[in-house]
C-alpha cells in the first residue's frame, strides 16, 4: 500500500534547476581570486554543489574556517550579481509541479541556498506562484544543513515530522536530513548525485525524470 503524501518539499540546485553553470563561474571566479593553483583545483567540481556553502570549502579545498568565511565572502561577490541567474529550470519541472498542486499536492522548496537568492531564482523561473513556502538558509550560514531547514519549514507550516511529507531532492544529504527530521525523502537521478550515492541512504523511491514523482506517489 502505498504512502499517502500531502506536502512535498523539494531541494533547488539539481532538482528544480540545473544551476551548474553559474556555481562552477562563481566557484572559478573564487579560485581565481583567493590565487588557488591549478594542482590545488579539485577534477571534479560536481561535489561542491548540495551542501552549505562553507562546508564545500572545506570538504573539497580543505580550508579552515577563516579561509572558508573568505571563500564564502568572494563567492558571493560574483554570484550576487551573475552567477544566481545563470541556470536553467529542469524539463518537466513547470507541468510536474503544476499538476501536483493542481491535484492538492502542498509544494515546499528546502534548500541549503541562502534565501535571499532562492526568491529571485524562482521567480526568474516562473515557478514561484506554485510553492507554498521557501525555506532557504541565513547569509551567515545559520541554518544550513537540510534536516534544520527542514525543521524549520515544519515549524513554519505548522507541521509535525510524518511519513506522509516527502523531501525531494539529489543528493545524499537530502535522504539524511529528511530521515533526522523524520520524513520520507526520494533521490532524483538527473541531477548532481550519483545513483549509488542516493541509494547508499535508502530514500523511498528514485526517480529518473521530474515527472516520474507523479506516478510513484499517486
Known amino acids: 500500500m502505498k504512502t499517502k503524501y500531502t506536502h512535498l518539499f523539494f531541494d533547488l ?9 553559474g556555481i562552477f563561474s562563481s566557484l572559478h ?6 590565487g588557488i593553483p591549478e594542482s590545488g583545483r ?8 548540495g551542501p552549505p556553502l562553507r562546508v564545500s570549502f572545506k570538504t573539497l579545498f580543505g ?19 551573475q552567477g544566481w541567474s545563470q541556470f536553467r529550470v529542469f524539463s518537466e519541472i513547470p507541468e510536474t509541479l503544476q499538476w501536483l498542486r493542481d491535484h492538492g499536492f502542498k509544494l515546499s522548496v528546502v534548500t541549503s541556498k541562502a534565501e535571499l537568492y532562492t526568491a529571485p531564482v524562482l521567480e526568474k523561473a516562473g515557478i514561484s ?8 538558509c541565513e547569509i551567515n550560514g545559520d541554518r544550513s544543513e537540510k534536516a534544520e531547514l527542514i525543521a524549520y519549514t515544519l515549524e513554519k507550516l ?15 544529504f537530502d535522504i539524511i536530513g529528511a530521515r533526522l527530521a523524520g520524513i ?12 549509488e550515492e542516493l541509494l547508499s541512504e535508502k530514500p523511498v523511491f528514485l526517480i529518473d525524470s521530474p515527472r516520474q514523482l507523479i506516478s510513484e506517489i499517486c
Open 184 to 195: 520520507s525523502a526520494a533521490g532524483v537521478t538527473y541531477g548532481y548525485g550519483s545513483r
Open 42 to 49: 579539485p577534477a571534479d567540481l560536481n561535489a561542491f554543489i
Open 129 to 136: 506562484s506554485l510553492f507554498q513556502t521557501v525555506s532557504g
Open 29 to 34: 571566479y573564487t579560485m581565481d581570486k583567493l
Open 158 to 172: 505548522g507541521l509535525n515530522p510524518s511519513p506522509g511529507i516527502l523531501m525531494i531532492g539529489d543528493r545524499n
Open 63 to 81: 580550508f579552515d574556517n577563516e579561509m572558508a568565511e573568505l571563500a564564502t565572502i568572494t563567492y558571493r561577490e560574483y554570484y550576487t550579481t
Open 13 to 21: 540546485d539539481g532538482t528544480l534547476i540545473d544551476s551548474k553553470p
